[in-house]
């Protein structure tokens, strides 16, 4: 692992450089990005930049330095050349008194780089009983206030699943933990709008530029339904569900094969292009 906290490369990436009166850690005040990184390259930086940076704005944490946050992604990856990793960037309030209010220091941000595990050809997904708010302060936005989903993934993980899902408030399907959910019924591919209140994933909407799908907001029940379930994210790609709840989907149907077809190649063309989706960071 390598870490990059407020302009400086550490030399230990573990050792103690976070006040423990940072927001971040006391109240959860803080926004973040996990970024996929393919042969020592970072995927779809520009996107997720802007994701982060419209999430600041979302907690209405000052922006930080993008140019900075730039300069964190090249030296933690130039520190330590990774096959196949992640980055983790991080902005906090900062220091602040203890409690619900901010204070007036300067934000807190670091950038984690670390290898990761190929994805697992296929996921168990459990539904959970806690809904997202889609009305809630923090609807949509990729903020590090994840103790719902801690709770949430510990509950799938009891009952013998790797990713839990929620649905919204008005009952209708809404997300993972740390994905977004497309399915197929009668040979159609949708997803939930960004108005159930689930985050705009980055791998989501490379999917529905990619391969299309249909989005739209219906009761969590269709499922039942559904011939085809597959999981979108940075750490997971396109990932077919093979068992949803007690229900056996058996093999990856077409739908979801050719997604994840399409994901491959595109996502090849796109790092050999060293466009804009592709890094260098810069």
């Not at 103690?16 to 779809?44: L, M, Y």
């Not at 739908?255 to 090849?268: G, I, P």
């Amino acid at each position: 692992m390598r870490a990059w906290v407020n302009g400086q490369l550490l030399a230990d990436a573990h050792q103690p450089v976070v006040q423990v009166s940072d927001h971040g850690f006391t109240v959860g005040d803080g926004v973040f990005e996990a970024v996929k990184v393919v042969d020592g390259r970072p995927f779809a930086l520009d996107r997720h930049l802007a994701r982060l940076l419209s999430s600041t704005a979302g907690m209405g944490l000052p922006l930080p330095d993008e140019d900075a946050v730039r300069r964190g992604v090249d030296a933690v990856l130039a520190a330590e050349h990774l096959t196949l990793g992640r980055l983790r960037i991080t902005v906090t309030g900062g220091p602040a008194p203890l409690g619900s209010g901010r204070g007036d220091a300067a934000p807190t941000i670091a950038v984690v780089a670390a290898p990761m595990p190929p994805a697992a050809s296929s996921a168990r997904v459990a539904t959970v009983p806690w809904p997202r708010n889609e009305r809630g302060a923090l609807a949509g936005l990729k903020t590090t206030s994840y103790g719902e989903n801690v709770v949430a993934l510990a509950e799938a993980r009891r009952r013998g699943a790797d990713e839990a899902v929620f649905a919204n408030l008005a009952g209708h399907l809404c997300e993972g933990t740390g994905s977004n959910v497309f399915y197929a019924v009668g040979g159609e591919l949708r997803t939930p709008t960004l108005a159930s209140g689930c985050l705009a994933g980055v791998t989501r909407a490379l999917v529905l530029e990619w391969v299309g799908a249909r989005e739209v907001d219906e009761p969590i029940e269709v499922l039942l339904q559904a011939d085809e379930v597959f999981l979108a994210s940075t750490t997971r790609d396109v990932q077919p569900v093979s068992h949803w709840d007690e229900r056996d989907l058996g093999e990856p149907g077409p739908l979801t094969r050719a997604a994840a077809r399409v994901w491959r190649e595109r996502e090849a063309e796109v790092l050999r292009s060293r466009g804009p989706d592709a890094g260098p960071s810069r």
